[in-house]
């Protein structure tokens, strides 16, 4: 499966957005919660299970301050991507 998201332009400082997004905590109140069976978010990690898909876990991979956030799948998540 591919899957591909919508690029767009956030205007709003670089740094205010890195920091924003590096922490995942911050990404609970963006994640509609209506479909899943449960959800952990941390600093650096996330898990969500998703009803009929199972548990999704996701990581922080590497950083460049203000460029970068790569995310990976962590050893809990049933599918393995980057």
Known sequence: MKIESHISTIPENEEKIF??????RNLESLVPKANLSSWDF???SLSLGI?????IGLKIAEKNPNKLIKLTSDNQSAYSFT
Request: aromatic share 8%.
């Open 51 to 55: 009803a009929g898909m199972g548990q």
């Open 42 to 44: 941390n600093r650096d």
């Open 19 to 24: 920091n924003f997004l590096t922490d995942l």
